[in-house]
Nanobody, 117 residues
């Protein structure tokens, strides 16, 4: 069992930056693929960024070059550095930990990011 707690959301202006953190409790954090998703009002949840246990990263086209995902297995934490934020980045951001071999799939409660001028 893994519990995920996101933090770092807030209200920023376009062009500013935020860093989201997701702290995990439980064991074996390093085995999980870690993902950040987001869901805007009236929209489906979409994958923003992913980082595998090997450190391979992948990003949605809409955030490439602006967002960076990273993980610190010693701290059981995954981060999402968001630069040059745009109005369309406004959403609730969710952290997800996934281990396919055992179908482990855990979600955090979400953190609100609002980009507004």
């Amino acid at each position: 069992q893994v519990q995920l707690v996101e933090s770092g959301g807030g209200l920023v202006q376009p062009g500013e930056s935020l860093r989201l953190s997701c702290a995990a409790s439980g064991s074996a954090f390093s085995i999980y693929t870690l993902n950040w998703y987001r869901q805007a009002p009236g929209q489906q949840r979409e994958m923003v960024a992913t980082i595998t246990r090997a450190g391979t990263t992948n990003y949605a086209d809409s955030v490439k070059g602006r967002f960076t995902i990273s993980r610190d297995n010693a701290k059981n934490t995954v981060y999402l550095q968001m630069n040059n934020l745009k109005l369309e980045d406004t959403a609730v951001y969710y952290c997800n930990a996934y281990y396919g071999l055992r179908n482990y799939d855990y979600w955090g409660q979400g953190t609100q990011v609002t980009v507004s001028s």
